[in-house]
């Protein structure tokens, strides 16, 4: 499909869609839900706050804190 204007699905959903990504490239989402951007602006943010370190002998992720 190829769309030359703006589509408005009046309040319905986009299903099965494997990635999707802008013009520009500056921002894309994958199939896994990585989004990947060059800028996040937020007014309201969740995090969590770690420390992963790769164990050397097992090559495994230790979470120190």
């Known amino acids: 499909i190829t769309v030359a204007k ?3 699905f009046l ?3 986009l299903l099965n869609v494997k990635a999707i990504a802008s ?3 500056k921002w894309s989402l994958d199939e ?3 989004l990947t951007v060059d800028r996040i602006k937020a007014s309201v943010g969740e995090f969590k706050l770690g420390v992963t370190i790769t164990d050397r002998t097992t090559d ?3 979470c120190v804190y």
Do not use: T
């Open 23 to 25: 013009a520009s490239g």
């Open 60 to 62: 495994q992720p230790v």
């Open 11 to 13: 309040g319905n959903s």
């Open 32 to 34: 896994n839900g990585l």
């Open 6 to 8: 703006d589509v408005d």
